[in-house]
């Protein structure tokens, strides 16, 4: 089945020790994203790639970058994570092309929990 | 900015009842996508339905359906035949039909069905 794949669903890291967190999809869509979601609240985007074109929210950290090698990966790098940015982290796709029914509508992976200790 | 407002923060039903969860967003566009997203605890975000501004009948989805008022700038979302497995949090979302790819979220309802 096409999805999109969250690699590790559960990351500790600790304080100012950088992580990646992975994520790939087998849908073959062009558009990926990064969401940051904290306990019972919305998701927040953070950034996301159009194809290879880089675009971040005028608010997110600067301690949180992102790499796109190719159509399949994306990887969300928190530089230096402090305890505020332990959350669920949440990868989504979408099409611009394709069928109209999926055009344009976000699907997204069952997330990474990251602890910061 | 657009806006999405969900003014129920938690809400419950009895299994095979009914139940509305409500929405509204303020936008001056006229090309828009409408979206409920469900999130079971601890577990991935799945797509429930969505709706097109310029579609003037309301989308269903098996037991799910919304009532899509324009003017009024309102998606509620109906559940039918309520299930214990329908018990999550409850997003509604709106994007912009314009090129701009964010997602702008409501705050969630918490739906609780009881056996």
């Known amino acids: 089945d096409a999805m999109v794949i969250q690699n590790p669903r559960y990351q500790v890291t600790q304080f100012g020790k950088p992580v990646t967190l992975s994520c790939s999809q087998t849908?073959?869509?062009?558009?990926m994203y990064w969401y940051q979601q904290k306990s019972s609240q919305a998701p927040k985007l953070l950034f996301h790639y159009y194809d290879k074109d880089f675009n971040n929210e005028a608010d997110t950290p600067d301690n949180f970058q992102s790499r796109r090698p190719n159509t399949s990966f994306c990887f969300l790098d928190i530089r230096s994570p402090g305890l505020g940015d332990a959350a669920m982290y949440l990868c989504?796709?979408?099409?611009?092309?394709?069928?109209?029914?999926?055009?344009?509508?976000?699907?997204f992976g069952p997330g990474t929990r990251l602890t910061v200790l | 900015a657009q806006t999405v407002t969900q003014s129920q923060p938690e809400m419950s039903v009895q299994e095979a009842e009914t139940v509305t969860l409500s929405c509204t967003y303020d936008?001056?566009?006229?090309?828009?996508?409408l979206f409920w997203y469900k999130q079971p605890p601890s577990r991935q975000m799945i797509l429930v339905i969505r709706?097109?501004?310029?579609?003037?009948q309301n989308a269903t989805e098996n037991r799910f359906s919304v009532n899509f008022q324009k003017a009024a700038k309102s998606f509620s979302l109906k559940i039918s035949d309520s299930q214990l497995g329908d018990a999550a949090m409850y997003f509604c979302a709106y994007r912009s039909g314009g090129g701009s790819e964010k997602l702008v979220f409501g705050k969630g309802t918490k739906l609780t069905v009881n056996p």
């Open positions: 709706q097109e501004a310029y579609k003037q």
């Open positions: 936008t001056s566009e006229s090309d828009y996508y």
């Open positions: 849908l073959n869509h062009n558009v």
């Open positions: 989504a796709t979408s099409s611009l092309g394709g069928l109209a029914g999926a055009r344009n509508t976000q699907y």
